[in-house]
Each structure stands twice: as structure tokens, then as C-alpha cells.
């Protein structure tokens, strides 16, 4: 098992993964309940003599929704930004220590033709997502948490790509053409 640098018994584990794909049925306090089981979880690991885990968002996205035949919902812009709001809070006061988006964009996702990221499929931000993709940007630091550059940097490397593959399509046109 082993111990930690205090002398604690270290786990098995070396931390916990969220995969968070939520839909715009979650509301704020279902998030804030998850993140308080994991708080609960952490306490108990320290209480009974164990070195809490590290806690990560591995996984994030927010789908539409399915309404109870299966279909698909509407997307609603304004249901957005309270979850991802609230999963940013969140992530903060419990000193969540890396934040992983799912998918670079909408049609780069597990889950094409959902719009779950916070870049649209042509690789642009979408209104709603400007301000925390502002703050990722700047890696806002706090007393637990920083947020990193990843979604920037994922999404510059697709609009690259996307702009290649148009200068190689472009010729191709042309050609066809004459």
C-alpha cells in the first residue's frame, strides 16, 4: 500500500475522474449534490487515515436532451451557461485540479450532431461559452484550482486543420472546373 509524504496510508487509487456529460434537463443543485458526494467520499478517505485523491473533470459536455421517447430536445441557449456556471464554482470549491472538455467542438465530439462543447462546428466560441473560455485563456488560478490553456489550444489546432483542408480542397475545385 504504502504511505504518503505525512505518513498516511496512500489508496489504490490515485484519484477520481468526473465524467460529467450532463444535458439541459441538469439543474445547478444536482451538480453541486455531485460534487458534495465526492467532498463526502474525500472526508471519509481522510478520516478513517488515507491521503485524499486528487479530483478531476475528465470529461465535459452539455448535451440537449431527450424528452421521454428519445428524441432529441432543442438546444435552449439560455439553459447553457447555469450548468457550466455551476460546474466552474464547483470545480473551484472543491479543489477540482484539471478540467477536461469532451470533444474539441460539435462536430468533433463523442457525440456529432449534439451541440454539447462550447465551440460551434465551425470552430467558433459560442456566445454563451465566451466568458469562461475568457477565463480559461488567462489560466485563472485560485487557492485550488487551475484552469488550463487545453480548450485553446484544441481549438486553434482545429481551425488549423480546417484551414488546410480547405487550401487542399481549393485546387482540387479549380481543376474540376476547367
Known amino acids: 500500500m504504502g504511505f504518503d509524504s505525512k505518513g498516511k496510508p496512500k489508496t489504490i487509487l490515485d484519484g477520481w475522474g468526473l465524467q460529467s456529460h450532463y444535458d439541459l434537463t441538469m439543474i445547478p443543485d444536482d451538480i453541486k449534490d455531485i460534487y458534495g458526494d465526492i467532498s463526502?467520499?474525500?472526508?471519509?478517505?481522510?478520516?478513517?487515515?488515507?491521503?485524499?485523491?486528487e479530483v478531476q473533470v475528465t470529461e465535459m459536455d452539455v448535451a440537449n436532451g431527450r424528452d421521454k421517447y428519445g428524441k432529441v430536445l432543442p438546444a435552449d441557449?439560455?439553459?447553457?451557461?447555469?450548468?457550466?456556471?455551476?460546474?466552474?464554482?464547483?470545480?473551484?470549491?472543491?479543489?477540482?485540479?484539471?478540467?477536461?472538455?469532451?470533444?474539441?467542438?460539435?462536430?468533433?465530439?463523442?457525440?456529432?450532431?449534439?451541440?454539447?462543447?462550447?465551440?460551434?462546428?465551425?470552430?467558433?466560441?459560442?456566445?454563451?461559452?465566451?466568458?469562461?473560455?475568457?477565463?480559461?485563456?488567462?489560466?485563472?488560478?485560485?487557492?485550488?484550482?487551475i484552469i488550463s490553456e487545453t480548450t485553446t489550444e484544441k481549438i486553434e489546432r482545429w481551425n488549423a486543420v480546417k484551414?488546410?483542408?480547405?487550401?487542399?480542397?481549393?485546387?482540387?475545385?479549380?481543376?474540376?472546373?476547367e
Not at 439560455?78 to 470549491?93: D, G, L, R, S, V
Not at 479543489?95 to 465551425?122: E, R, Y
Open 163 to 177: 484551414s488546410r483542408e480547405k487550401e487542399i480542397q481549393e485546387p482540387e475545385s479549380k481543376t474540376e472546373k
Open 77 to 145: 441557449s439560455t439553459k447553457y451557461p447555469p450548468i457550466w456556471q455551476t460546474t466552474f464554482e464547483c470545480a473551484k470549491e472543491y479543489g477540482i485540479k484539471s478540467f477536461t472538455g469532451w470533444g474539441i467542438s460539435d462536430n468533433l465530439s463523442w457525440f456529432p450532431g449534439i451541440d454539447c462543447t462550447m465551440i460551434d462546428k465551425h470552430g467558433r466560441i459560442k456566445d454563451f461559452a465566451k466568458p469562461f473560455i475568457d477565463r480559461i485563456n488567462v489560466k485563472e488560478t485560485t487557492k485550488n484550482a
Open 40 to 53: 463526502n467520499l474525500q472526508n471519509w478517505l481522510e478520516e478513517n487515515g488515507c491521503t485524499p485523491l
